[in-house]
């Protein structure tokens, strides 16, 4: 069964701590990947679409990786802005989306 | 310019009552999704709509579950026969298209409280 599978659930991180965050997928067919960022009681927020294995995209403290099987989301010197909960999804060959369950970052001042 | 908005921000049904769920996409948008986000759950895509079709609606969770779209724009998602597990924020989106990788801007989301 196509699954995406995020993790950690959650993430503490003093401010300046960086880390990332993962994103493995199972799809028949991958017309993209991406990331988005949700804040508490409002609709996620695009951040990145990955498309091929090898490529990698940058915003602000954020980079995002693809390789075949996983993605991830680096975070540099993270601010307590920067606490939300990211979001994976991919889009199926079908035009399906496949959500994964999230991972909330807390950032610390 | 305006963002995709939906309506009502709140509902609050009881069981066994019709609900509508309105979604405005972003002018010029062809392509339009609907999502369904449990308490502490990852988002359930349901539906998209490329123009007016709905190439695929295996994703609806049940047949009390129905989302038409009329002029390439609005778009309603009719719960019939509300049920608690129904009780969930319902998002969507719209892009530009349904082209691959393709990024989708969300509204606010339509929260449903089915007592």
């Known amino acids: 069964e196509d699954q995406v599978t995020q993790s950690p659930e959650a993430l503490r991180l003093q401010e300046g701590e960086s880390s990332s965050l993962n994103c493995s997928y199972t799809?028949?067919?991958?017309?993209?990947l991406f990331w988005y960022r949700q804040d508490p009681g409002k609709g996620p927020e695009f951040l990145f679409t990955?498309?091929?294995a090898g490529e990698e995209k940058e915003k602000e403290r954020l980079k995002a990786t693809l390789t075949k099987k996983e993605s991830f989301l680096h975070i540099t010197a993270p601010k307590p802005e920067d606490s939300a909960t990211y979001l994976c999804?991919?889009?199926?060959?079908?035009?399906?989306?496949?959500f994964g369950a999230g991972t909330r970052l807390t950032v610390k001042p | 310019g305006a963002g995709v908005s939906q309506s009502p921000s709140n509902k609050v049904t009881e069981k066994g009552k019709d609900v509508e769920l309105r979604c405005d996409p972003i002018?010029?948008?062809?392509?339009l999704y609907w999502y369904r986000q449990s308490l502490g759950q990852g988002l359930e895509f349901l539906i998209y709509?490329?123009?007016?079709?709905?190439?695929?609606k295996s994703g609806l969770p049940s047949d009390r579950f129905s989302a038409e779209r009329t002029g390439g724009s609005v778009s309603t998602l009719t719960i019939q026969r509300t049920q608690q597990e129904d009780s969930a924020v319902y998002l969507c989106?719209?892009?530009?298209?349904?082209?691959?990788?393709?990024?989708?801007?969300f509204g606010p989301g339509t929260r449903l409280t089915v007592t």
């Open positions: 989106a719209s892009s530009l298209d349904i082209a691959g990788g393709r990024e989708q801007y």
């Open positions: 799809v028949s067919g991958l017309r993209g």
């Open positions: 990955l498309y091929s």
């Open positions: 999804a991919v889009q199926e060959q079908n035009n399906d989306m496949r």
């Open positions: 002018s010029g948008h062809t392509a």
């Open positions: 709509f490329q123009g007016n079709s709905a190439p695929d």
